[in-house]
């Protein structure tokens, strides 16, 4: 431990820009389910846990719809996506995902640092009042939600989740 603590640099001043934290991860977390999404056959898309819960790809419909839903209230210029929450096919489910995180890439990129901690005018009810920043953040942890779902419908399935794979 002492090593350790030897070794540590102190904190120096640094150039910090959310806008940019934000794009950096909501840009990885579209990487990552993208790669979750391509892991799962077109055949087992359909699959689901139980008779009772949505199936593979109506749950990556899911986390497009939401967004463009949620992303909608922070009232940007950037052209909302349609999404048909009835897809069921795999490039179709995927194509949706996509067209969401690129939407959202869309509306950041029109905000500055500044605009990313002001209030949104109308956000979300279930959320209260919440700056924009905490709308994407909200975003992110949902997809990270659905992301562990889809975990155990691919392991399910006989899939291993590309986090998961080793070479």
Not at 67 to 90: F, Q, R, Y
């Amino acid at each position: 431990m002492l090593a350790l603590v030897a070794t540590m640099q102190p904190v120096t001043a640094q150039s910090v820009s959310i806008k940019a934290e934000m794009l950096q991860d909501w840009a990885a977390l579209k990487s990552t389910m993208n790669k979750m999404a391509a892991e799962m056959p077109d055949d087992k898309y359909s699959a689901k846990p139980t008779p009772a819960q949505q199936s593979f790809g109506e749950r990556i419909v899911h986390v497009a719809t939401v967004n463009v839903g949620i992303l909608g209230s922070l009232g940007g210029k950037a052209a909302k996506p349609t999404i048909d929450p009835k897809v069921t096919t795999k490039a179709a489910a995927i194509k949706a995902m996509d067209d969401s995180f690129d939407y959202g890439t869309a509306v950041l990129n029109e905000h500055t640092d500044q605009q990313m901690l002001a209030a949104v005018p109308m956000p979300p009810r279930f959320l209260g009042p919440s700056s924009h920043a905490r709308i994407y953040t909200f975003l992110m942890g949902h997809t990270w939600d659905i992301y562990g779902q889809l975990v155990v419908y691919l392991r399910l399935n006989g899939h291993v989740p590309p986090a998961s794979q080793r070479p």
